[in-house]
């Protein structure tokens, strides 16, 4: 009984702990508005053509997140999306994407890891969507 009763206290303390404020709940939708918004101006003009499992890594020049949407530019004109599990939400900030796969190409769910530049401290992972085109 003894040990029952602070191990309800720390359970009870922890999970409060867990909640957000509504000021961290605000600001939270705030900034996933922002980033549907920056999403949407990114695939303005564009249309999805098709969704595949795996795309070539090699094709992809550069790489962008909107929240836990990974945007990968082949061309002005071809664009790769792909809706993550979350958290490589790092790479809005400047964070590097590691992921392992096999043959080259990236796939529908492949870990992906994100660390800081100049370092190997690790700041997230998360898993690979399907990959969705997007053409003129």
Known sequence: MRILVPTLAFAALALTGCTMTPAETARAQAAA???RAALGQQLAGLRPTKTDDCMDNFQSSSLKAYGSTL????????IYVNDTSGGCEGIERGDYL???SS??????GDIGRTFQPGSQIPTGS????????YRK
């Open 98 to 100: 590691v992921t392992k």
């Open 71 to 78: 945007v990968y530019r082949v061309s002005g004109n071809l």
């Open 126 to 133: 998360c898993s690979l969507g399907s990959f969705t085109t």
């Open 103 to 108: 043959f080259g190409r990236a796939c529908r």
């Open 33 to 35: 508005e922002a980033d």
